[in-house]
T-cell receptor, first 114, second 114 residues
Framework: GAGVSQSPSNKVTEKGKDVELRCDPI?????LYWYRQSLGQGLEFLIY????????KSGLPSDRFSAERTGGSVSTLTIQRTQQEDSAVYLC????????????FGPGTRLTVT | AQSVSQHNHHVILSEAASLELGCNYS??????LFWYVQYPGQHLQLLLK??????LVKGIKGFEAEFIKSKFSFNLRKPSVQWSDTAEYFC????????????FGQGTTLQVKP
């Protein structure tokens, strides 16, 4: 069956522009997570969705970052007014249930801010 | 604060050598522990996990890990590595009562020489 998919796979943007990153979780998975992988910071949690609601947004680094999930499926992570320090690989994961399920990761979106 | 630390950042071994990668965690309460692997150009995938019960857990591809509560450790082992084990390895922890978000260690790059 299909795994977690993310698009685009690579994104280069100029500083100050807005970007949208998309995640398609595994069908039927109710929980969805966004993480960021960057040099020096490792893998960091950003936000967790259970269905369409986000009970844990504690990892979002600033108010320039937001995310939504619609129909309990696709999620979009939006970064406004991108900065160079936003350059990283953004990973999405989904799990069948929220607290106890195994998380399956997508291939990531590599974001480069020039 | 919740944290996970991996002691070895870069390990180089010859084929057939034994492997042990260290992982320590700092968590209050019950914790679930994981090892993930990222092969070059591939997604993060789960190697093994510990929730409760037998502290020695076996995963895929001959890997195992031992949970030692008194040492707050969850070291990964493999008796005989192969060139195909070249990858980056991440230890991760999750509080059993939280939203399911994973806290990752910094990762260990393993290079196996043929």
């Amino acid at each position: 069956g299909a795994g977690v998919s993310q698009s685009p796979s690579n994104k280069v943007t100029e500083k100050g522009k807005d970007v949208e990153l998309r995640c398609d979780p595994i069908s039927g998975h109710t929980a969805l997570y966004w993480y960021r992988q960057s040099l020096g910071q490792g893998l960091e949690f950003l936000i967790y969705f259970q269905g369409n609601s986000a009970p844990d947004k504690s990892g979002l680094p600033s108010d320039r970052f937001s995310a939504e999930r619609t129909g309990g499926s696709v999620s979009t992570l939006t970064i406004q007014r991108t900065q160079q320090e936003d350059s990283a690989v953004y990973l999405c994961a989904s799990s069948l249930t929220g607290t106890g399920g195994e998380q399956y990761f997508g291939p990531g979106t590599r974001l480069t801010v020039t | 604060a919740q944290s996970v630390s991996q002691h070895n950042h870069h390990v180089i071994l010859s084929e057939a050598a034994s492997l042990e990668l260290g992982c320590n965690y700092s968590y209050g309460g019950t914790v679930n522990l994981f090892w993930y692997v990222q092969y070059p150009g591939q997604h993060l995938q789960l190697l093994l996990k510990y929730f409760s019960g037998d502290p020695l857990v076996k995963g895929i591809k001959g890997f195992e890990a031992e949970f030692i509560k008194s040492k707050f450790s969850f070291n990964l082992r493999k008796p005989s590595v192969q060139w195909s084990d070249t990858a980056e390895y991440f230890c991760a922890a999750r509080g059993s009562s939280n939203t399911g978000k994973l806290i990752f260690g910094q990762g260990t790059t393993l290079q196996v020489k043929p």
